[in-house]
T-cell receptor, first 110, second 116 residues
Framework: QQQVKQSPQSLIVQKGGISIINCAYE??????FPWYQQFPGKGPALLIA?????SEKKEGRFTISFNKSAKQFSLHIMDSQPGDSATYFC?????????FGSGTKLNVKP | NAGVMQNPRHLVRRRGQEARLRCSPM?????VYWYRQLPEEGLKFMVY????????ESGMPKERFSAEFPKEGPSILRIQQVVRGDSAAYFC??????????????FGPGTRLTVL
């Protein structure tokens, strides 16, 4: 049973456009929702994270929107750049365990 | 300030052999987590260890897989009698203490295991 569902699987965006990746969860015990960025051959790196008592968090060009009642959260990348091309994973934490989405491969075309 | 280190980065084994994956956590970190990533999939939790203790191994297959984090030295993920389905990237992460909203886990570069 997949605890965190992520979409789309892949995304192509023009340079300067907005990239949007969505995640949904079922377990209301989750208390922390990070997004990770992974480049080929590398480990995931924390990009931005949010707690469920906040509806939005912004760091530079990256914004998380969180809808607790709908049990959904999304990552918005504004002014997308070719250097943002990577795989993005959402995750949700319960105690010491993280549950990851299946990933979104983002390709930002110049 | 070195990050999480994993070795080897690439490991090729034939079916039936043993694979040993090593993880050295960041300096000052005493908590280690192992994840497995199959191609085109997200990471799946395997095991959580503190020094000399296994805290949660609920994600680890009951047979052939074992993990340890001794008082001295790296954490080891051991896979005995490997099969083709074990081919994956194995990531280690570490944190300074129990995960909370105030600390995060940091990932190593992974070990890519290929079973022939």
């Amino acid at each position: 049973q997949q605890q965190v569902k992520q979409s789309p699987q892949s995304l192509i965006v023009q340079k300067g456009g907005i990239s949007i990746i969505n995640c949904a969860y079922e377990n209301t015990a989750f208390d922390y929702f990070p997004w990770y960025q992974q480049f080929p051959g590398k480990g995931p790196a924390l990009l931005i994270a949010i707690r469920p008592d906040v509806s939005e968090k912004k760091e530079g060009r990256f914004t998380i929107s969180f809808n607790k009642s709908a049990k959904q959260f999304s990552l918005h990348i504004m002014d997308s750049q070719p250097g943002d091309s990577a795989t993005y994973f959402c995750a949700a934490r319960n105690f010491n365990k993280f549950y990851f989405g299946s990933g979104t491969k983002l390709n930002v075309k110049p | 300030n070195a990050g999480v280190m994993q070795n080897p980065r690439h490991l090729v084994r034939r079916r039936g052999q043993e694979a040993r994956l090593r993880c050295s956590p960041m300096k000052g970190h005493s908590h280690v987590y192992w994840y497995r990533q199959l191609p085109e999939e997200g990471l799946k939790f395997m095991v959580y260890l503190q020094k000399e203790n296994i805290i949660d191994e609920s994600g680890m297959p009951k047979e052939r897989f074992s993990a340890e984090f001794p008082k001295e030295g790296p954490s080891i993920l051991r896979i005995q009698q490997v099969v083709r389905g074990d081919s994956a990237a194995y990531f280690c992460a570490s944190s300074p203490s129990e995960l909370s909203s105030y600390n995060e886990q940091f990932f190593g570069p992974g070990t890519r295991l290929t079973v022939l």
